[in-house]
């Protein structure tokens, strides 16, 4: 097959370019510009938009030996990813911009373009497994390496998707990947890996939000509220700073009344009010979605495990589908559940498919 | 070079001549430090001054008035800091710079430098949507306050549209209040008639691998008369402006590149531009919505240069599919970091970000068979095709 291997700069996705040639494929490497500006990305940790990672990637590819580009998605990745993010923490939701980049970026204007430029494939670094099925389907599985797998951020990916992609890495654990690029001559071997988002240059979300909203935030401050009291117990500077489950940095002036430290329970982006109480407020055992993503053939109702956040636990659950909607029942129940985070939906290893977080259910609590 | 590639990226290097790669090698095995006052010293002095003489003969110089560098860009950097300081230096009033808005990065960065960081004012003149300088801008700003203008810099020929410049109208406005020019003519030597003393500027800048020398050598070709400022301070060489050891391998091949290339250029342009005149209208015959961006094919545009237009194409995806057919040429701006941007000639010359990514240049040069342009004109009808298919999605 003739592939483009989406080389990031990183280690993983040089090792996948190295791989699917050996596996006698004809690959073309590939960096994505995603950055208006690239030096107000993050450099040297993080493996995708800097010049140095451009570079990274450049130089893996001449020890590969294979061809090498770097496409400017910088306009796409704006308008898909960047300005959603904002919208999302805007309506108080917590957005994953890596879901969404690899739902309308990596695999479908990056690949998109392949196809039409007559490659057959696009190949990534991903830790993940595709298999097919006894349908004839292409299935996702996670991968072998469950501390590495990321089948959670590619639980956006649609059939059609998945014919055309190639996840290399998926059989085999980080430490070997590291390994094997060591020994393929790759300067990328002792690469730290990425953390945090990409386009977040310092790791200071709040901050970055506070600065890129500007006039499109709903409020720049409110009040904090407990909900065990009533009572108002700090003010903040803007609900954007805030995710459900959130413990650390909430500044709270008066002491919890049970003396328990206080997590955010809910933001309410238009009175500005984020209301806080103890950890046992914070239980859901119902979630509801929308938008859903389906790997295969669309369920009815599925018994398996849901995810609802990148390498967060698995919940056992019953999911029913309805049209646009799915309502997942959790069998044991999840604390700091988001809306505007993916539930990706398990059956077993395979991922069946994936909702944005529209809303949840806490459990009730006695009196 | 590979005989299965065909390589039409002549404007960003071009292959060494036998005569300069000759010349080059026969130095390499010497020993002599110019500067040093021995016989081996003295010898290695020789081959410099020789190649000095060499290069000022056919270029229409004084062997003073050459001054060797690492290449163009360095020289535009000299030129256009070491006059602009020394020329304020002489007089306070003198903080303005005229240029083109179409000038190669070598120049433009220098003076949005000096306009940041040293008070400058440097004001990019417009052009036409052909590519070349609106002289009654230039008149108007020159006119607007002659004491206060340090410099005028103009290349000689656009490097994407091969649009040449007019040099000798810029020197004619200039001269009336005695202000200094320089010329970038880094693609214009070997493939246009270039003259130093009869265009009457005052600095012009050339580079060895652009005319069939080596990488990292070139000359500011400088008045004797004119003050520079020096940028690299030390041992005093080329007349206390530019210090350093001289690479005297790298200036003989230099010379012996000059004196081919200028020797030849007639006969190159001639046959060059009938090259790329076919190229032109098989290419437009394949694809009818194509066209040639700049100036018209004459002598108002590089011999070698074709920089065409492919609507509903991206240039990036045109270069990929041509490159992975072993066809080499560009999208005619160049960028460290490989983000292709819109490139900065176009813009000025009235296409939209749309248009300006469109584009191909292809550029000809000494080693260009007909048999290059057929491959060419084979592959740009599916190639095109693929990258609208791209485009569309």
Redesign the interface.
């Known amino acids: 097959m003739k592939v483009v291997a989406a080389m990031s700069g990183g280690v993983d996705s040089a090792v996948a370019a190295a791989r699917a040639v050996q596996a006698g494929h004809e690959v073309t490497g590939v960096h994505l510009a995603l950055s208006r500006n690239p030096a107000s990305y993050r450099s040297g940790a993080r493996g995708c938009c800097t010049i140095e990672d451009s570079n990274d990637a450049r130089r893996a590819a001449d020890v590969i030996g294979i061809p090498f580009y770097v496409w400017d998605l910088s306009d796409r990745f704006h308008e898909d990813v960047v300005e959603d993010f904002m919208d999302e923490y805007a309506a108080g939701r917590t957005p994953n911009p890596c879901l969404r980049c690899n739902e309308k970026i990596k695999f479908a204007a990056v690949l998109d373009r392949a196809l039409a430029l007559g490659f057959d494939a696009v190949a990534t670094g991903h830790y993940a497994q595709l298999r097919t099925g006894a349908d004839g389907l292409i299935e996702m599985h996670r991968a072998t390496d469950h501390a590495k797998d990321q089948s959670y951020v590619l639980g956006v990916l649609d059939q059609q998707q998945l014919r055309h992609s190639l996840f290399p890495l998926g059989d085999t654990d980080k430490t070997a990947v590291r390994r094997e690029a060591g020994s393929r001559g790759l300067l990328v071997a002792d690469k730290p890996d990425s953390h945090d988002i990409c386009f977040v240059a310092d790791g200071d979300n709040a901050g970055w939000l506070r600065e890129k909203l500007g006039d499109r935030a709903p409020n720049h401050g409110g009040d904090i509220v407990d909900a065990t009291t009533g009572e108002t117990v700090g003010s903040h500077t803007g609900t954007y700073g805030f995710t459900i489950g959130q413990r650390r940095g909430l500044h709270l002036g008066v002491p919890a009344a049970d003396g328990k430290p206080r997590f955010v329970l809910d933001i309410e982006p238009v009175s500005g009010t984020v209301t806080v109480g103890p950890r046992e407020r914070l239980a859901v055992d119902h979630v509801a979605g929308v938008r859903p993503r389906w790997c295969g053939t669309v369920p009815e109702r599925v018994e398996g495990t849901v995810q609802m956040r990148a390498h967060g636990a698995e919940h056992r659950a019953v999911v029913i589908v309805s049209g646009d909607r799915v309502e997942i029942d959790l069998l044991d129940p999840a604390e700091g559940i988001a809306p505007g985070q993916a539930a990706v939906i398990y059956d077993g290893t395979r991922v069946v498919g994936s909702a944005t977080i529209e809303s949840t259910r806490p459990v009730e609590v006695d009196a | 070079m590979n005989h299965s590639l065909v390589y039409l990226d002549h404007a960003a290097t071009t292959p060494m001549l036998p005569a300069a790669i000759e010349a080059m090698t026969r130095q390499l095995t010497g020993v002599g430090n110019a500067s040093s006052l021995h016989a081996s010293g003295r010898g290695a002095r020789r081959v410099v001054e020789e190649s000095r003489e060499t290069i000022a003969g056919v270029i229409g110089a004084r062997p003073g008035d050459v001054v060797f560098t690492s290449g163009g860009t360095e020289s535009d950097n000299l030129a256009l800091k070491g006059i602009f300081w020394a020329r304020r230096a002489e007089d306070p009033r003198r903080t303005r710079v005229l240029s083109t808005a179409i000038e190669h990065h070598a120049v433009l960065d220098p003076l949005h430098w000096l306009a940041a960081s040293d008070g400058a004012d440097v004001e990019l003149l417009p052009v036409s949507p052909e590519g070349v300088l609106d002289l009654e801008s230039l008149k108007d700003s020159v006119a607007r306050d002659p004491e206060s203008v340090a410099l005028i810099s103009v290349m000689w020929a656009n490097n994407e549209v091969g649009s040449l410049q007019p040099i000798d109208e810029v020197v004619a406005i200039a001269a009336e209040h005695g202000i200094p020019v320089h010329t970038d003519a880094v693609q214009a030597l070997g493939q246009v008639p270039v003259d130093f003393a009869a265009s009457g500027v005052d600095a012009l800048t050339f580079t060895g691998h652009k005319v069939g020398g080596p990488y990292g050598v070139g000359a500011l070709v400088v008045r004797r008369d004119l003050a520079v400022s020096a940028l690299v301070h030390g041992g005093g060489q080329e007349r206390d402006i530019r210090s350093g050891t001289l690479d005297v391998p790298a200036i003989a091949s230099l010379a012996a590149a000059v004196e081919e290339s200028v020797k030849n250029q007639h006969e190159h342009a001639v046959r060059v531009a009938a090259l790329r005149d076919d190229l032109v209208r098989r290419v437009v015959e394949v694809v009818p919505d194509a066209h040639l961006h700049g100036a018209p094919a004459g002598p108002g545009r590089l011999p070698g240069n074709a920089h065409l237009g492919f609507p509903g194409c991206e240039g990036?995806?045109l270069l990929?599919?041509l490159?992975?057919r072993g066809i080499e040429c560009s999208t005619g701006s160049a960028c460290?970091?490989?983000?292709?941007q819109p490139s900065h000639v176009l813009l000025a010359m009235g296409c939209d970000a749309d248009q300006a990514r469109h584009s191909l240049r292809f550029s000809l040069g000494h080693t260009t068979t007909p048999g290059d342009i057929d491959a060419l004109v084979e592959a740009i009808g599916p190639v095109v095709e693929?990258?609208r298919?791209?485009k569309?999605?």
Not at chain 2, 336 to 340: L, R
């Open positions: 990036d995806s990929m599919l490159d992975a460290s970091a490989g983000v292709p693929r990258a298919a791209a569309a999605r």
